[in-house]
T-cell receptor, first 115, second 114 residues
């Protein structure tokens, strides 16, 4: 079974600085998708960024970018120019291609942004 | 706003009772997924429906059941409720199939069993 591990239960960053959240996963599949979701105090799950495993180029969405290392099964999220509104729980998620369409989530990393 | 709606937002009920959670997917989405978020188990997949039919099942208890109706809205039924069923229940939707794999989440229903 696929597993997703987020080894940092909590992280903090100063406003305007850069922070990287770590995620590793375990799978025997070659085709899959990876996601980062943000859950602010409102509890809404918000899709931040996605990466297709077949793409070598790392995904970027404005201030959010990923470092996808397929061989190492690593998928980290970098947040640049951190803003107070970035404070939230961040979940890494895996989706296998061709099988069940269920998302497998990590336990999450709580990000605090200090003014 | 993801376009996925869930009702009710909050639900407080007693052990042994039965409740129904409702979800309306985004316009055009055929797949509906149910997830449970609890403090001890994290976010777990429960069940998926695609165009009215069950497509995948996760760690869903036998006391729980779901269905998707012809208008594509879905309901999750939880019966013989226990204290441990207290959690945030999310519905997500996607177009379905591999043409669009992104899942968009509703605001969730917070269930408290007392």
């Amino acid at each position: 079974a696929q597993t997703v591990t987020q080894s940092q239960p909590e992280m903090s960053v100063q406003e305007a600085e850069t922070v990287t959240l770590s995620c590793t996963y375990d799978t025997s599949e070659s085709d899959y998708y990876l996601f980062w979701y943000k859950q602010p105090p409102s509890r809404q799950m918000i899709l931040v960024i996605r990466q297709e495993a077949y793409k070598q180029q790392n995904a970027t969405e404005n201030r959010f970018s990923v470092n996808f290392q397929k061989a190492a099964k690593s998928f980290s999220l970098k947040i640049s120019d951190s803003q107070l509104g970035d404070a939230a729980m961040y979940f890494c998620a895996y989706l296998a291609q061709g099988g069940s369409e269920k998302l497998v989530f990590g336990k999450g990393t709580k990000l605090t942004v200090n003014p | 706003d993801s376009g996925v709606t869930q009702t009710p937002k909050h639900l407080i009920t007693a052990t042994g009772q039965r409740v129904t959670l409702r979800c309306s997917p985004r316009s055009g989405d055929l797949s509906v997924y149910w997830y449970q978020q609890s403090l001890d188990q994290g976010l777990q997949f429960l069940i998926q429906y695609y165009n009215g039919e069950e497509r995948a099942k996760g760690n869903i208890l036998e006391r729980f059941s779901a269905q998707q109706f012809p208008d594509l809205h879905s309901e999750l039924n939880l019966s013989s409720l226990e204290l441990g069923d207290s959690a945030l229940y999310f519905c997500a939707s996607s177009v379905g199939g591999w043409s669009s794999y992104e899942q968009y989440f509703g605001p969730g229903t917070r269930l408290t069993v007392t």
